[in-house]
């Protein structure tokens, strides 16, 4: 028998504490035991910080609140702060307005496998379906494939077939080299791995490919991509789309690693090794 595996799930948060209490309701009742929650803040005000609080009292798994200084979106530090303070093997990384299913945690524990990280999808909510869900505080995620199904029909969301459970077997494994489409909302990664690439580059700063860049990486230092679709969908909350102002230089950051060979971080892990025993 598979020795259970124990996760750390990474939350990403900034300013929006009602999605971010819409995610934690998702994970509170999950029926998986070595489970710790760990929300990455990148520079909340005292909304989150109370909400996190509430949390921390009822919920069954351990909830620790890392949070930075704003300045500026700064999402890799953020996650990797939270990587450092991780105690679990397995890291599961999600975004603060990316609810999941009931049985999402068990799932991901199952696909874990050593050699590979695994790159799970979404289900994209509409934005008055979204705002309905959160003013309500409707459990969507509880909600039976049937209804899912009514609400893409009624165009609440952009899709249901990711809910359906399919096994896959060796199609889980017919990409093991493929780095596009891999996000960092749905997103689970060894923590030796992590520690193995320098996590994330902190030289990302702004919006994006931040998660390409360390999935490069981890590609070329050998771990391969194993799929997580049918099996460990997020939904997707609506919101605004993000400035993009520096998207054109994380780009070229990007297009710099795809033509290099290191696979570790330029800035990264390592300068949080000496506060963390689990390096």
Same mark, same amino acid.
């Given at each position: 028998m598979k020795k259970?595996v124990?996760l $750390?799930?990474?939350?990403t948060?900034?300013?929006w &504490?009602?999605a ?5 309701? #998702?994970?509170?009742n ?5 489970v @710790? /929650?760990?929300?990455a *803040?990148d520079?909340?005000d *005292? ?5 996190? @609080? ?5 919920s069954?798994?351990p909830i620790?609140?890392i949070w930075q200084e704003?300045?500026?979106f700064?999402a890799a530090k953020a996650r ?9 093997d397995?890291?599961l990384f999600?975004?603060?307005?990316c609810?999941?299913p009931v049985?999402?945690?068990k799932r991901?524990?199952?696909l874990?496998?050593?050699?590979y990280?695994v790159s799970?999808n979404?289900?994209? !909510?509409?934005q $008055?379906f979204?705002q309905?869900?959160l003013k309500?505080?409707v459990?969507?995620e509880?909600w039976?494939?049937s209804r899912?199904?009514?609400t893409?029909f009624?165009g609440?969301?952009?899709r249901?077939?990711p !809910?359906l459970?399919?096994?896959?077997? &060796?199609l889980?494994?017919?990409? &093991?080299?493929?780095w596009?489409?891999?996000k960092?909302c749905?997103l689970g990664?060894w923590r030796e791995d992590?520690?193995?690439v320098?996590g /994330? ?9 931040? *998660? ?10 050998g771990?391969?991509?194993k799929?997580g679709?049918f #099996?460990v &969908?997020v ?5 605004p789309?993000? #400035? ?8 070229a950051?990007?297009a710099?690693?795809q033509n *290099?060979?290191?696979?570790k971080?330029v ?6 090794? $000496? $506060?963390? #025993?689990n390096?």
């Amino acid at each position: 028998m598979k020795k259970p595996v124990s996760l $750390s799930v990474i939350i990403t948060t900034y300013n929006w &504490p009602e999605a971010l209490g819409a995610v934690l309701r #998702s994970l509170a009742n999950q029926d998986y035991a070595k489970v @710790e /929650l760990l929300i990455a *803040d990148d520079g909340s005000d *005292d909304r989150t910080k109370t909400l996190i @609080e509430s949390w921390q009292k009822k919920s069954r798994h351990p909830i620790v609140h890392i949070w930075q200084e704003d300045k500026g979106f700064r999402a890799a530090k953020a996650r990797n702060r939270a990587i450092a303070q991780a105690q679990n093997d397995f890291i599961l990384f999600l975004d603060g307005d990316c609810m999941v299913p009931v049985d999402f945690l068990k799932r991901y524990a199952a696909l874990a496998e050593k050699g590979y990280f695994v790159s799970g999808n979404r289900v994209l !909510l509409q934005q $008055s379906f979204t705002q309905w869900v959160l003013k309500e505080k409707v459990p969507a995620e509880r909600w039976a494939i049937s209804r899912w199904i009514a609400t893409w029909f009624r165009g609440g969301c952009n899709r249901w077939s990711p !809910l359906l459970h399919l096994p896959l077997g &060796p199609l889980r494994y017919q990409h &093991p080299q493929k780095w596009e489409g891999v996000k960092t909302c749905n997103l689970g990664v060894w923590r030796e791995d992590l520690w193995r690439v320098n996590g /994330l580059d902190e030289d990302y700063t702004g919006w994006g490919y931040e *998660d390409s860049d360390l999935v490069i990486r981890l590609l070329r230092a050998g771990i391969q991509r194993k799929e997580g679709r049918f #099996s460990v &969908p997020v939904f997707h909350l609506w919101h605004p789309v993000q #400035s993009r102002d520096l998207a054109k230089e994380n780009y070229a950051r990007l297009a710099a690693i795809q033509n *290099d060979t290191r696979i570790k971080a330029v800035l990264g892990l390592d300068q949080y090794r $000496s $506060s963390s #025993s689990n390096a």
